[in-house]
């Protein structure tokens, strides 16, 4: 059965071969490869099509997750580096170290776009050459994966910059705008509403045209579901309530569902069918198509055990773990869980807790974990030089995607990338009803955050719970924190709802650091960022364009603040 990573990687290793004077194939160029080979047969075709869904790596947090673990740069997860594996994350919040002319560590524009051009490039081939081969109708489900990958890319760019220059197959003066023609460099920018107007056109022409499914040759490729799903998170950051809600209704409709065991959805072999619930991800190959996620977060004490390095990158913070309830709901407080008749802090925690957090006492293959100091994963104080060398600055470490027992992770890791699942569109789907009208769809917005909390037997929300729209946003923030956790949700989500000065901005983010007295352990609340006071300005909710772009593009103006 072929996914979709395991279709890119064998498109990478066909055409290189045809390439006869280049050492490695560019993807963003198209005259690497001759039109007559690219089009010589359907599954030539396919393969080159395919390739487009290469911008998805780009972004991955399990593939990415040295340079791209966007967590880390909100409150709920912690890099345990200064400077080193190429982290940026701890000198972008205590340094701020992002300047006019690029957006440092989320500069995307020269990538996204050089997507983009591809993209436009191959939809203008697609007319030429595809549709006397292979047929309109065969020519349109491809054309709608093309406008999928695109889309996705310009996501990555309105996030980051706001409105942008809007390029397309036929925006150019010659028709495809692939950046080859003098007069198309200057182009000012959409408003970010007309961006984002774009990008949930896009996806609704993608979801007219893409099939419900493919066949299992080409399963992993983008459907209907996918195209709903993405959309009903691009109409969430565009603010079109109603396009979100029932984007995420189609989905439902569709078949979308929620898998039974939260654990075993990040699993590759967790013996759970998630096919319905995971809307589309990336996936590897054992041996052949690999990364480095596992090791790049396990626990301390696996380099002992399997005696190879482990860095432990990224770590939960106590913003994150205090967060999750008691299995019977009660809220979670270090002053009164004991009073309350729990033996410890963690052991009667909720499904999600145990199913994303590796923490002092739990069991963890043959083991135990240890995260008091001097224990075998030890707590180790984080400082503004070096790294904690692989131990945790907060007490705790993350286990969501870590595979258990799986010995040759030190070769590489294959498990995959769920990039769109079916309860971020439930999370979605309930922050949009109740933006678009909390009085007429309170009912709605509640049914869908209580099918995620039902699916680990959390008690419902009520309208009692959430008598107005502000209480309902401050539970399904909480909701979407827990459920999302470890997969590069948060530090997005406080951008577009406007709340990261409030969260980042002059704060610190917290761990627990544990003493183990003879078996008795006494815990403390203690800030693992050096104490240095987090930086989030207000110029950070719009980056600058990169400098290219503002003295080439005279058309194209910088933001506000830059």
């Not at 279709?7 to 007559?36: V, Y």
């Not at 809007?166 to 460099?185: L, M």
């Not at 056109?201 to 490729?221: S, V």
């Not at 406080?494 to 901005?505: D, G, T």
Request: hydrophobic share 35%.
């Amino acid at each position: 059965m072929k996914k979709i990573l395991t279709i890119i990687g064998a498109f990478l290793l066909s055409w290189a071969m045809l390439s006869c004077n280049k050492e490695a194939l560019d993807l963003n160029s198209t005259s690497e490869i001759s039109d007559q080979a690219i089009w010589s047969t359907e599954r030539a075709a396919e393969m080159y099509i395919t390739a487009s869904y290469k911008g998805f790596t780009d972004e991955s947090q399990v593939v990415e997750s040295r340079g791209k673990f966007y967590d880390s740069y909100s409150d709920i997860m912690k890099s345990t580096s200064w400077d080193l594996y190429n982290h940026a994350y701890n000198k972008t919040l205590l340094e701020g170290n992002i300047q006019t002319g690029s957006a440092g560590a989320f500069e995307c524009w020269a990538d996204a776009y050089g997507r983009i051009r591809r993209a436009n490039v191959l939809l203008v081939e697609i007319d030429r050459y595809g549709v006397d081969k292979f047929g309109e109708d065969w020519c349109n489900i491809r054309r709608a994966e093309v406008r999928f990958c695109r889309a996705f890319s310009y996501y990555r760019l309105i996030r980051v910059y706001g409105g942008v220059p809007i390029r397309t197959d036929k925006s150019g003066v010659n028709g495809v705008d692939d950046g080859a023609n003098e007069a198309d460099i200057n182009r000012a920018r959409a408003t970010e509403a007309e961006s984002w107007d774009f990008v949930v056109k896009e996806l609704q022409w993608a979801a007219d045209n893409l099939p419900p499914a493919w066949p299992a040759e080409w399963e992993g490729r983008a459907t209907k579901k996918a195209a709903y799903g993405l959309m009903s998170r691009m109409a969430l950051f565009g603010q079109q309530w109603e396009v979100a809600a029932k984007a995420a209704e189609k989905v439902k409709e569709l078949g979308g569902d929620l898998a039974p065991d939260y654990a075993k959805v990040f699993q590759v072999d967790g013996g759970q069918d998630n096919s319905k619930e995971i809307l589309f991800a990336l996936y590897f190959l054992k041996n052949t198509i690999t990364h480095d996620y596992d090791k790049r977060n396990r626990p301390f004490g696996d380099k002992a055990v399997y005696e190879t390095d482990v860095w432990a990158e990224h770590v939960p913070t106590s913003e994150l773990a205090d967060l999750y309830e008691f299995a019977d709901g009660a809220p979670f407080d270090w002053t009164t869980y004991s009073s309350l008749g729990h033996a410890d802090p963690y052991t009667d925690r909720e499904p999600r807790f145990h199913a994303s957090l590796l923490y002092n006492g739990a069991r963890w293959e043959n083991r135990t974990i240890q995260t008091y100091v001097g224990g075998s994963d030890g707590f180790v104080e984080f400082a503004k030089a070096g790294s904690t060398n692989a131990h945790t600055c907060t007490g705790y470490y993350l286990r969501k995607y870590l595979q258990e027992n799986h010995t040759d992770f030190v070769t590489g890791s294959y498990q995959y990338d769920a990039m769109l699942r079916y309860a971020e569109v439930l999370l979605n789907k309930a922050e949009a009803y109740a933006q678009w009208d909390y009085a007429q769809y309170r009912d709605k917005a509640l049914e869908a955050l209580n099918e995620v909390r039902g699916r680990v037997d959390l008690p419902p929300r009520t309208a009692a719970d959430a008598p107005n729209l502000d209480a309902f946003m401050t539970l399904l923030r909480k909701e979407r924190c827990v459920e999302l956790a470890g997969e590069g949700f948060r530090y997005w989500d406080l951008r577009r709802w406007k709340l990261a000065m409030n969260v980042i901005n002059g704060k610190m983010a917290h761990g627990v650091k544990i003493t183990n007295n003879g078996g008795a352990l006494t815990y403390e609340t203690v800030n693992c960022d050096a104490n240095t006071p987090r930086i989030f300005p207000e110029r950070f909710y719009y980056f600058s364009l990169p400098t290219s772009e503002t003295v080439n593009n005279k058309l194209c103006e910088n933001n506000p603040l830059w």
